[in-house]
Each structure stands twice: as C-alpha cells, then as structure tokens.
C-alpha cells in the first residue's frame, strides 16, 4: 500500500536562516505531489505541485521555492526564513488529476 | 471565481441528532467535490467524493448544481464524528479548500 512520510513534525528556525522540509512517497510511482500550507481558519493554500521529477508549478509568489529530485521525493525550501513563514505544512500525493489526495501528518513551523 | 464556503466555523450538536454541515462552491465548469476529515491528532484524510455516490461511517453528501452546494450529511450524530472537516472542490491539479468545520458532538 502506499504511505507518506514527512519530516520534521515541528521545526523552530531564526529568521533568515535555510529551511528544507522533506516529504516522500512509497508503494507507486509517478504521483502527483502538493506541498499545502494550512493557516487557522483558512483551510488548506496550495503552494507547489508537481506532476513529475523536476517539473514544478507554484501557485503563490512567496519566499519558498519545492523541488522534485527523485520520483517520490519532494521538498519545500528556503534560502532566508521569514517571519510570515511561520505555519502549519502538509505535503500530498495524488495518482492522477482527477484523484483524490493523501496528506502527510504535516510539520509545524515556528520562526522566531 | 473559484470558491469553496464553508459558512460555519463550529457546529455543535447531541449525540443522535441530525449533522448537515455545508459546502457552497463557486466553479464555471462540471466540478468534483470532496469532503477531508481531520481527527484529533490524525492526518487529513478523504471521508467521501461526489462521483462516488457512497456512503462512509453514515456520511453521505450529494452534488446539488442548481444551488452550487455539496452538504454533507449524517442522521445520527456519533461522538467519534467530533473532528474538523473540510469541503474541497477540484480544478485542474488544484484542490480549492473551504476554510473547515469544527464539528463537536456533545453526549
């Protein structure tokens, strides 16, 4: 069967420091990959997808760039912490477009 | 515009009683609607999708295009139904989020 894995669970950075949050798939191939950020009360912000190893669209101008190494393996980094970048992540995985969504157990950001 | 309401941040009921919580949307073409649940201390996981016109732990929620809705419904509230649940429409790779309900259901 098909899991998710994302690391860390929680993460407390400085501003202006690197961030590198890393999230893989096992048990298919070719999925569909999502990085969310899930603000309070504001439900669920696509960041980045993917729909192939290198191929990246971002959905938001922002301080956070995703990359796609490997086919199952997708990462949501920083160059500079913000502040504002402070939240709730959630990578997904899907198996096509029209499929439903599997979400990791998320990491908690804090910047200070 | 693309748009996803959930007008109810919390919705509080009895054990036994009747669940409707609401899903508007907003979409120009054919759209496919979903609902996630969020138990505590769990991942977000999918509870049902319209096309599948299926019942999941006594959810049921059915595509009303004349009113842009997807409620999503159960006849007798449970206390492990207590969650956060979330409507989701699809567009092209994107999910589009509701801001969520909290539901609580009290004994």
């Known amino acids: 069967s098909q899991t998710i894995h994302q690391w860390p669970a929680t993460l407390v950075q400085p501003v202006g420091s690197p961030l590198s949050l890393e999230c893989t798939v096992e048990?298919?191939?070719?999925?569909?990959l999502y990085w969310y950020r899930q603000a309070a009360g504001r439900g669920l912000q696509l960041l980045f997808y993917?729909?192939?190893?290198?191929?990246i669209s971002s959905e938001v101008p922002q301080n956070l760039s995703a990359s796609r190494p490997q086919d199952r393996q997708f990462i949501l980094s920083s160059k500079k912490l913000l502040l504002s970048d402070s939240g709730f992540y959630l990578c997904?995985?899907?198996?096509?477009?029209?499929?439903?969504?599997?979400f990791g157990d998320g990491t908690r950001l804090s910047i200070l | 515009a693309q748009r996803v309401t959930q007008p109810e941040k919390l919705l509080s009921v009895f054990k036994g009683a009747p669940v409707e919580l609401k899903c508007n949307y907003s979409?120009?073409?054919?759209?496919?609607l979903f609902w996630y649940v969020q138990y505590s201390r769990q991942r977000l996981q999918l509870l049902l999708r319209?096309?599948?016109?299926?019942s999941i732990k006594g959810f049921t929620a059915d595509l009303n295009k004349g009113e842009t809705s997807f409620h999503l419904k159960k006849p007798f509230a449970q206390e492990e139904d207590s969650a956060m649940y979330y409507c989701?429409?699809?567009?092209?790779?994107?999910?589009?989020w509701g801001a969520g309900t909290k539901l609580i259901i009290k004994p």
């Open positions: 989701a429409l699809l567009t092209n790779y994107q999910l589009i």
């Open positions: 979409y120009s073409g054919s759209p496919e």
């Open positions: 319209h096309i599948s016109r299926e």
């Open positions: 048990g298919t191939s070719n999925p569909n």
């Open positions: 993917s729909v192939g190893i290198g191929q």
């Open positions: 997904a995985w899907s198996g096509g477009r029209n499929q439903p969504q599997h």
